[in-house]
């Protein structure tokens, strides 16, 4: 007992040093539980974004010669057509393949007095699931017999439905495109983009592919489109296709 007083008795004397102590230590602790939860949130804000995206997906586009080849000279263009894309189905490795057409530059799109120049994209079937493309509450996605028959329908990304139409659903609305008519179906929600290509999705309309050649009579695409199968190495998948 004496010594347990003695052991208190000397914790009074340094009672100023022992606060700063345990002061330290308490802090210490709390500042590691902060980063930690700080973390913890940035891996799933991180994960959800990338998600948002796609996950396990290559991007393959046309390309050039590099060597003069019976007569022609090197540097002769190579595009790429949808029966590229769903030729890379049947590669080991592959769990889906798709293709898209994109312009940038896109074309003039009309609602009422609105009217501006609008990135367009023209999609294959199975682009929906690959690149997470879903619609906010009482919309779809492009679905394939919108692909077989050459629909006029159409998605808006969430920041270029806003600027058409502004505080109206555009669900079941008719826009112009180039004068031509179009059906909105569905409009993505908001989403953070860490990537993008010939414009944020936001700002895209998307339509079916066949749609898109019909209208702008380009047949050659953009990019094609590889989920790659789980186990599979990317690295490999991409020498083969």
Known sequence: ?????????????????VGLVSLGVLWGTLSLGLLLAFGRSMTAATTATAEGFGV??????GAATTRPYEGLAAGRPIGLRPEDAIALRRLPGVHAATWESSWGGGLPVQVGDVRRNVALAGVGDGFGAMRNHRARSGGRFLNPRDLAERRRVCFLGARVAQRLFGDLEPVGRTLE????????????????????????????LTMPATTYADLTGRRWISHAWISVAPGADHKVVLERA
């Open 56 to 61: 396990d997906l290559l991007r393959i586009a």
């Open 1 to 17: 007992m004496s010594e347990l007083r003695r052991i208190l008795g000397e914790l009074w004397t340094e009672r100023g040093r």
């Open 177 to 204: 495109v180039d004068g031509t008519p179009f059906t909105v179906v569905g409009v993505a929600p908001a989403k953070i983009a860490i990537s993008n290509y010939n414009g944020e999705d936001r700002d895209k």
